[in-house]
């Protein structure tokens, strides 16, 4: 591949990762930060809009890592999601390295709910629960609460998906061509 060649696409590889930051880093919605203050930060609306920006990201990370087509595509988005936090206007600039911390708290634990399946509890009340334990909800929250929680952050595993595909595309094959065939395409036998 030519110097040039490659350059290009290091590029639209990175202007196709600014466009998925930009979707997963976008504010999260005034009813799901009520719904986050009233049942987990005793109010708190601007914790609760941070943990709910967290939730977003560490989720659209995790995404860009799971489902991209192209192996490249996670550690891009990673390097234009750090990017996007340092310029963050919400952070100040003496809070970056608590801002770093708390993403990648919440990026492991999101990740661990996602990656294992622990008790008899559904991954949708995983994730409720790992929300409302970062949010501050000291009491064990109802099954209910649980499956609410689960649910707005399984909406925003599907805004990660759609905005993943809309990126960088998805993934096709032939009508006659089975995709359980790809498995091992490529490898020597």
């Known amino acids: ?107 492991q634990a999101y990740g661990e709910v996602l990656a294992h399946r622990l008790g008899g509890e559904s991954t949708g009340a995983r994730l409720g629960r790992a929300l409302l334990t970062f949010a501050g909800r000291g009491s064990a929250p109802p099954p209910q609460l649980l499956a609410d929680g689960g649910e707005l952050l399984a909406r925003y595993l599907g805004d990660a998906n759609a905005a993943l595909r809309d990126a960088f595309g998805t993934a096709s094959l032939p009508e006659h061509v089975p995709p359980s065939t790809m498995r091992g395409a490529g490898t020597a036998s």
């Not at 600014?18 to 799901?32: C, F, K, S």
């Not at 990673?78 to 708390?102: F, G, P, W, Y």
């Open 1 to 107: 591949m030519s110097v040039f060649r490659a350059w290009r696409e290091a590029r639209a590889l990175r202007r196709r990762a600014l466009a998925y930051v930009g979707r997963i880093a976008a504010e999260p919605d005034d009813a799901d930060v009520r719904w986050l203050a009233r049942h987990a930060t005793a109010g708190d609306e601007d914790h609760a809009r941070w943990e709910l920006r967290y939730a977003r990201r560490a989720l659209g990370l995790l995404v860009a890592g799971r489902d991209a087509l192209d192996d490249r595509t996670a550690s891009v988005v990673a390097r234009e999601l750090t990017a996007a936090l340092h310029s963050d206007r919400h952070i100040a600039a003496d809070k970056m390295r608590v801002a770093q911390q708390q993403f990648n708290a919440r990026l």
